[in-house]
């Protein structure tokens, strides 16, 4: 009897497949990023993003009359099972990807969608050596640690007047392109950090690492990390009377940083990549987000869902409109793009590495919120 | 720095210790290794999670419930599953592997992200010497105590507790005499059940609470209890004590780097040194 079900069940399985495989028209837009393990807050909001964008596009009548089917995988915030993660989308023959989380997995993701001449579009990851002259098929909407670590220290020491800055910074490959590049734009302006200490992803207790800062007495202490390290650290400074205001990058721009430490994370000002109050159709397409997403297992996160649902629509779309699924036509596609998105001011258009150029937004914490940045 | 290094590092090291005692409780009756202990831990820390969010107990009562909701959970799991895989240690190590994953993808299901912990220990900050911490840090180490001690007087003054540790010493012996073994060990599955998780409890209103936090706690405890004597229970407390303040000394005065390093570089140690651990005995092999 079991077993007669069971074989019910794979027939059934089966012809599911098979009426899957059968629209064979459909365009595969392959999804990749952590939704579960540390990176979940972000990759959530990749995921979401993309289903935004694709909903809407298919009841708007899809490409040229083929529907877009999103295929995402779960790469557990982890470089290794994002190579693997990566090699399904090859495998399940994606006409191109767009997502991506976190510097380590994308660095070490790429490599199979160069390999396999799949165009990719990364939305959610800052190390500068992601975009370099050797990237063929990898494109990246986000701005890089350069530009942001650039942009925080200057804004640290000009506009928030800081004079003695410690930095935290995670062991991995976002945490320490960042602290490089703060540090060395700091020595720039004429300041050395008080005090540069790393800590591990997994960490939990940051007590060490924080007593050493504590001895280092400063005014400011920059962040280099993500969620759930970051607000822990906030949280655990605070707890030792670390009295610094905190600043960082686009590490903590999810507000998931909010819920975790409400109190803590009050004024810290920091780097992002969407911010809806910087035109109004951002503002629209924020409030259309949360409204969608909202009630749901899983709160909305609007900063990395705005540059998937963008990169997606405003990018990918119209290029597979106009030179269709053929990968090398698409990468050119990519490749020559220049336009303009919500939340970004100016004009974007991608440079000779892949990287989208395109002008930054400083915002601060403020009642539980990002709010625009209004220092001097 | 000395101060708020030692006085973290014991903390943590209480959690290390208390996490610990399940795998020592589990070996000393059974000579073999539950490596869902650690999940087990962070199951417990989301118990308490979803009891507080829903009831709004007082911080002791709040521990009491989960220790007896981990108990019974720790019964039932051994009727199920232990009872049928620790006839053959390789088939418990893998079994209990399994079990912890299951553990950790049931609450992952559910709680994808961290959470915050509800401040049930209090948040005002404490200020000892220069040394400042959570109220939370003094809850560790007093509940650490008073579970050690309770469990101390538990195996030393009661039936129940002297069955148990006869059945350790000799199963079959303590069967000849009357002592129903069965249910012994199901008892000692109910209590390292109960201590892991609260210490769960314990921890999670000072950090976060996260599907994947037991992966280091359990490697850690267990460390602590090689370290200390997988057999002895004041070994592995001793243990879970000196891994807690010396990975966070290391951390603090040499680089964070290294600091899960101490723990690790302490087990290989000992391992080689004295395989039986700081305070453990050698187990006599019967011919």
């Known amino acids: 009897m079991k077993m007669r079900k069971l074989i019910g069940a794979i027939t059934v399985a089966g012809s599911v497949a098979m009426a899957v495989s059968a629209q064979a028209q459909d365009i595969k837009l392959g999804v990749v990023a952590g939704m579960s393990g540390p990176g979940t807050s972000y990759g959530i909001g990749i995921r979401q993003g993309a289903e935004m964008a694709v909903r809407e596009i298919n009841a708007a009548g899809g490409i040229k009359g083929r529907k877009i089917s999103l295929v995402v995988v779960d790469d557990a915030s982890n470089p290794a099972q994002s190579v693997t993660a990566m090699q399904r989308l090859v495998n399940d023959q994606v006409d191109l990807v767009v997502g991506g989380w976190g510097s380590s997995q994308v660095l070490a993701n790429m490599e199979v969608a160069e390999r396999a001449g799949l165009p990719y579009i990364v939305v959610g990851a800052t190390n500068p050596k992601i975009t370099t002259e050797k990237n063929k098929w990898t494109f990246r909407v986000i701005f890089t640690d350069s530009v942001q670590a650039e942009q925080i220290a200057d804004a640290a020491v000009r506009r928030l007047g800081m004079k003695r800055i410690a930095v935290i910074h995670d062991a991995n490959d976002y945490g320490v392109g960042n602290r490089d590049i703060f540090v060395a734009s700091l020595k720039k302006i004429g300041l050395d950090p008080v005090a540069v200490v790393p800590y591990q992803s997994a960490d939990k207790d940051f007590t060490a690492q924080l007593s050493r800062i504590r001895e280092a007495n400063p005014d400011g202490l920059a962040i280099f990390g993500t969620i759930p390290a970051a607000p822990a650290i906030m949280n655990q400074a605070r707890d030792l009377g670390i009295k610094a205001r905190f600043i960082g990058t686009g590490g903590l721009a999810n507000e998931n940083l909010m819920t975790l430490a409400p109190k803590a994370s009050e004024g810290t000002v920091l780097t992002t990549y969407f911010h809806e109050d910087v035109d109004p159709q951002a503002r629209a397409w924020a409030d259309r987000y949360v409204k969608e997403f909202s009630g749901g297992s899983q709160p909305p996160r609007p900063v990395l869902a705005a540059w998937e649902y963008r990169a997606v629509k405003f990018i990918a779309v119209p290029c597979i409109e106009s030179s269709g699924t053929d990968k090398e036509k698409l990468r050119q596609c990519i490749g020559r793009w220049k336009g303009t998105l919500f939340s970004v001011p100016g004009d974007a258009y991608f440079d000779k590495t892949g990287q989208l150029v395109q002008q930054s937004v400083l915002v601060e914490v403020g009642k539980g919120a990002f709010q625009a940045f209004k220092g001097k | ?287």
């Open chain 2, 1 to 287: 720095m000395f101060d708020q290094l030692f006085i973290g590092g014991l903390a943590t090291g209480c959690v290390y210790a208390v996490v610990g005692l399940g795998f020592t409780l589990v070996y000393r009756t059974l000579r073999m290794v539950n490596f869902a202990q650690g999940h087990v831990f962070m199951a417990g820390a989301f118990l308490g999670l979803v009891i507080a969010e829903r009831v709004h107990l007082p911080a002791l009562p709040l521990l009491f419930v989960v220790g007896a909701v981990a108990f019974a959970l720790g019964m039932v799991l051994e009727r199920l599953v232990f009872r049928r895989l620790y006839h053959n240690h390789e088939v418990f190590i893998v079994g209990s592997i399994g079990l912890g994953i299951v553990l950790m993808n049931g609450v992952r299901v559910f709680f994808p992200e961290p959470v915050p912990f509800p401040k049930v220990f209090g948040s005002e900050v404490v200020q000892i010497g220069a040394a400042r911490f959570q109220e939370g840090y003094l809850w560790v180490v007093l509940s650490t105590l008073v579970l050690v001690v309770l469990l101390h007087a538990m195996f030393t003054y009661t039936r129940t507790g002297r069955a148990l540790r006869a059945v350790a010493a000799d199963a079959e012996i303590a069967a000849t005499v009357g002592v129903d073994v069965k249910r012994a060990i199901a008892l000692t599955f109910g209590l390292s059940f109960a201590v892991a998780a609260i210490a769960g409890v314990l921890i999670g209103p000072l950090y976060f609470v996260s599907f994947d936090m037991g992966d280091m706690v359990g490697l850690k405890a267990f460390s602590a209890a090689v370290f200390g004597g997988i057999n002895s229970i004041p070994g592995t407390i001793l243990g879970g004590l000196v891994i807690g303040v010396l990975e966070n000394l290391a951390g603090g005065y040499i680089s964070s780097a290294y600091k899960d390093l101490v723990a690790f570089v302490i087990l290989l140690v000992m391992l080689i040194w004295r395989p039986t651990g700081l305070l453990g005995r050698e187990t006599p092999v019967k011919v």
